[in-house]
């Protein structure tokens, strides 16, 4: 057995769960459209379209629906119709129940979890139970008590000073007398030199004025 014959769905693509169609529906345009140009150029293509089937075995559904397409065209076109049209339409659907994707997480009052869990929660061993391996009080460094002041060792100063020649240390003798022999010894043989060239030079002198005095050598 063949199905009825549907012209909202064959002529138009409404579908069955669609229908019956509102004015939008019938004009092929998206609801709620105010341009006066879009509805009337729509409605003009959908009555074109019908009219092609009136002359075939489903005259009668053609005609019906272009009387229903120039209804919606005419209440469209007029503003004040138009509003109270689309208020019926908000008026009829249902308001559809806000559901979120999120779902809430069930938190315990009480904590279950075992205290070792936690690290900011100590656990106090009871009598005959044995400390877990790896505890707090296996993995402390102990730590050596701190000296007493007297047992401190002194630690003097190094003089910055000790090690660089001809810098005086605070607490060594000036110059010994060892030193000071040898220091007025080292310029004992050039003073003699020095003398000696001194005193010749003297003597040949002497002996020039001489001969010239004498007249030994003026021939």
């Not at 019956?20 to 150029?41: A, I, M, R």
């Amino acid at each position: 057995m063949s199905e009825p014959f549907d012209p909202y769905r064959i002529w138009l693509g409404i579908p069955a769960d669609q229908q019956p169609p509102n004015h939008y529906q019938l004009l092929g345009v998206v609801e709620f459209e105010s341009d006066p140009d879009v509805l009337e150029n729509a409605a003009d293509r959908q009555m074109a379209h019908v009219r092609t089937f009136q002359s075939g075995k489903h005259s009668e559904e053609s005609q019906r629906i272009l009387n229903e397409i120039t209804q919606a065209k005419i209440c469209l076109l007029k503003p004040d119709k138009r509003a109270a049209y689309e208020a019926k339409l908000k008026a009829q659907k249902p308001v559809a129940a806000q559901v979120t994707g999120e779902r809430a997480i069930p938190v315990s009052a009480t904590p279950t979890a075992h205290p070792a869990m936690n690290p900011m929660t100590p656990m106090a061993p009871t009598a005959g139970t044995a400390i877990p391996v790896g505890s707090a009080q296996q993995r402390a460094i102990p730590v050596s008590p701190v000296r007493p002041a007297e047992h401190a060792i002194k630690v003097t100063a190094d003089n910055p000073t000790a090690h660089l020649p001809g810098v005086a240390r605070p607490n060594a003798k000036s110059v010994t007398r060892r030193a000071r022999r040898r220091r007025g010894n080292a310029g004992i043989p050039w003073v003699l030199i020095m003398g000696v060239m001194i005193g010749v030079g003297s003597l040949i002198a002497i002996g020039v004025i001489i001969m010239k005095a004498t007249g030994v050598g003026g021939e």
